[in-house]
């Protein structure tokens, strides 16, 4: 990020020497192909909500549209429950083996447009579940 929030454009962002080499090393040690400089490095840009958190959910205000993005470093750890917990929301209207209310993709809408998070008791907010 730059001063002031902005992103730097992807062209920009250089990747870290240090972590090339870690990179390098560890993938050396498992296999002789990743002997030598790599040809080309770069610096990857990975997928993250604002407050990174995944968004996982119906889209708002699209009929049978779902999302389950931007889970950053943690995608292929998470890729299993993901896959599991959208199956069943899109099958069943509801996932079981995961609480999504978190992750609704509507928790960046106004909230007046939102489908409702927090906790509550009876109709009166009461704070974040986060």
């Known amino acids: 990020m730059r001063e002031g929030g902005d ?3 992807p062209s920009m962002v250089a990747a870290n020497p240090s ?3 870690a990179a390098q090393r560890s993938l050396s040690a ?14 990857c840009m990975r997928p993250c909500a604002p407050d990174a958190r995944p968004l996982m959910g ?29 199956a069943e ?6 996932s079981s ?16 447009q939102r489908g ?3 906790r509550k008791q009876g109709d009166t907010a009461v704070g974040e579940q986060w």
Not at 31 to 41: F, H
Not at 68 to 79: D, M, P, Q, V, Y
Not at 89 to 94: E, Y
């Open 97 to 112: 083996v995961a609480d999504l209310a978190a992750f609704a993709p509507d928790r960046f809408l106004p909230e007046a």
């Open 30 to 43: 498992i296999t002789s192909e990743a002997d030598g400089a790599p040809d080309e490095v770069g610096a």
């Open 58 to 86: 119906a889209v708002p205000g699209v009929a049978n549209a779902y999302v389950s993005a931007g889970h950053n470093c943690w995608g292929i750890l998470w890729a299993p429950i993901s896959g599991k917990a959208m």
């Open 7 to 9: 992103c730097a454009a």
């Open 19 to 21: 972590r090339v080499q």
């Open 116 to 118: 409702g998070r927090g």
């Open 89 to 94: 929301l899109i099958l069943d209207g509801k």
